[in-house]
């Protein structure tokens, strides 16, 4: 087995319900090459490079790899250490002694920078390393490619619980009149937009949505959003993204709840607690919130199947495009068509992706600033599996008095 | 049609995913019994009989109720109103004009209060009217019944969210070591235990479960445990009821953080904040929570199909304890085996169940205080349609060495 060279796999970044399938795919397509001696799991992204924390996945049984296709979470475990010069030069030294000529690295915008570290640590020593970067982000802020595996899940997600959530609301409005959604999503609003993907109705909750790429002016102007909303739809369901900012960029989670965490960062909590105090204080309106959380990025058992299958195939494609010879590459998802939906996969260089954010365009933000457009829908629509199973109103039917 | 007399059926207290099968249980039951001569829907519980909003049942479209099995929330709007002696004799009086008999009240423990009221007015005035209550609360805390539908589909929830959560932490443990999982679940653990249904294996999370019945000595007492179980896992997943207290009944959400609502409540927001917060301020351990909130209490696309059909079960027999005559008793679920599951409906006296809570016995929760037994596992997995379906896991393969 000799001389053919192995791959290296590792999965870095915030988790999915989706990440492992692109691993299932990166070690089928491997085996089915046949062209890798070994097929070498990193534990932990680059720290398991650095510390030699490795497992053999080329020797796992069929079901283990079958069955990473439905299990959410990093089976390899992540990270999200930064190559330095130092540390990258490192990580070469190791992928040489174990004869690692291609690594394909499952993850976000920071796996592309580590992709591109490696790729330049090795070019100073004349070592012939192959690197592709697996795209995986539920935040969808990678440029490039259409979207990003992991966020047709969490999108999906978000979508029937923001749905659910409003039902609720709507049934008890009289004494809960305000709900709000703390959803992630980084400095983009891809997820929260995704909380209408539920919406079929005129005055269909969520009421509002905020996107970091329209901040309200500041808490005031926020709370008097609220307050027409409430005077509009009897009832308020607002989705907030845990990081928005005001307009100068101050959190909107409170200075007074901040505080600084143990690796000395001053750390915002999400917006939720300050907001629905703030809401009932200066509003007179009960107000509660949920925060799915990382519930919401890893909830496995509503995956969008598009998503799921997509991040298969770049798991896939990342292979091709190694014995290909390719370097530098982050594998790309290209829509060919919106229905019936159909995509096929690409390639970018990683100079083009690392360290860059893609926000929610403006055709996407309704012209209020709280809401999506069709071409939103048109676009996300498919990605969710969506339209999503319709619910069941009642007739408002009077009674035929006896 | 006259001289049949006509049900009204309502519904009360916390939406639930599965409320509107048991709605959907009592008007198709009462359908095909023919004996109703019309099937009165009240808007809001009993504001909808004070303020007579009534909606027919009994004409809706067949499709509208099949779609009601798959429709969360309360598709006639719900309430928290507690009936007065006054109102109580107001609302007997309505029903009367309207010709209805027979009352169908689906609710948790405040809508037995509820019809317990109602039947006593009515008895009063001499006039005959029969009251069931049908049992409905995702806490599980009414006495006289196995369980109560809504239960098994928030476990369910909860039991993959907190598994899928976990997961998460085991992935990213060095840089996020501790989360906490917040959830709902009153006065009761039931909800809390729920979220150990996903465990397998030694060492899986959460690690540490916080029961209502086991409250932490205070603060600090619960920081040590945190601080114990990081020793030992190298990582703490928590789970954390929403309204959980110290021994001497302090919230744990932090007295600075609590507020008084537009009701004049002290409003105590749920610990995730505060004890977030506590966690990295003195265990410089970095934390996070999630809050799933009102959604794990209404997602619809992963219930347990067995706590579904028992949610429409209870409707239809709410309607044969009626045509046969009884009056001011709930549903009950009475459990006939466990594997194979089974069980059947009955019925116990509304004064044995009204104001009142079922704790989780000691016999579920595990002698540590932190996790649960067997004998919950064995009680609590049919109602979820449990077990999970496993998830793989890599196999701990070294490298044969090149």
Redesign the interface.
């Known amino acids: ?2 001389g053919r060279g ?1 791959l290296l796999v590792a ?1 870095s970044g ?2 999915t ?1 989706v990440i ?1 399938a692109s691993l299932a795919g990166v070690v089928r397509a491997a085996q089915e090459s046949g062209r890798f ?2 097929i ?2 990193a534990r ?1 992204g680059v ?1 398991g490079i650095l510390s030699e924390s ?4 080329g ?3 069929a ?6 296709l ?11 250490r930064r190559l330095t010069e130092e540390t990258a030069a490192q990580a070469v030294a190791t992928l040489a002694r ?2 690692v000529h291609a690594v394909a690295y499952i993850g976000g915008n920071d796996s592309a920078d580590t992709a591109l570290r490696l790729a330049a640590a090795a070019r100073d020593v004349g070592y012939d390393l192959r690197v592709v970067s697996v795209p995986k982000t539920i935040d969808n802020d990678l440029p490039g490619t259409d979207h990003c595996p992991g966020y047709g899940s969490i999108a999906r997600f978000i979508a ?2 923001a749905r ?2 409003a ?6 409005a ?2 809960y009149p305000v ?1 709000l ?1 703390e959803v992630m999503g980084r400095n983009a609003g891809w997820v929260a937009a995704a909380a209408a993907l539920g919406q079929t109705d005129e005055g269909d909750g969520p009421h509002l949505i905020f996107f970091p790429e329209r901040p309200p002016r500041d808490l005031y102007a926020l709370l008097h959003e609220i307050r027409a909303a409430y005077d509009r739809h009897g009832q308020v369901v607002a989705v907030v993204p845990e990081t928005l900012k005001d307009a100068s960029g101050r959190p909107l989670s409170g200075e007074d ?1 901040s ?1 600084t ?3 000395g960062h001053r ?1 915002y ?1 999400g917006p ?2 300050a907001l ?2 703030a809401i ?2 200066h509003l ?3 107000a ?8 919401a ?6 995956v969008s199947t598009v998503d799921r299958q997509e991040a298969y195939e770049v798991g896939v494609a990342a292979v091709r495009l190694l014995l290909a010879g390719d370097s530098q590459v982050m594998v790309t998802i290209e829509r060919l068509s919106d229905a019936p939906y159909a995509a096929t996969t690409g390639a970018i260089p990683l100079t083009r992706v690392a360290n860059q954010e893609r926000h929610l365009p403006d055709a996407f933000i309704g012209l209020d600033g709280r809401s999506v457009t069709d071409a939103f829908r048109t676009y996300a629509l498919p990605l969710i599996d969506g339209p999503l ?14």
Request: charged share 20%; glycine share 8%; aromatic share 8%.
């Open positions: 087995m000799a192995s999965q915030g988790a319900a492992n001696a070994t070498i799991g932990h720290d490795f497992v053999d996945l020797r796992q049984p079901a283990v790899i079958d069955g990473l439905h299990t959410p979470s990093a089976a390899l475990g992540t990270t999200r174990y004869d029937l619980a659910d959530a039902l609720d609301t709507a049934a008890t009289a004494l709900k959604i709840l505080w965490d143990p690796f750390y909590p939720g607690p629905t105090r009932e204080e007179g309106l009960r509660r919130f949920d925060k799915p959380g990382t519930i990025r890893m909830f496995a058992a509503c199973p319709p619910y069941a109103r009642l007739l408002d039917l009077p009674l035929s008095r006896a």
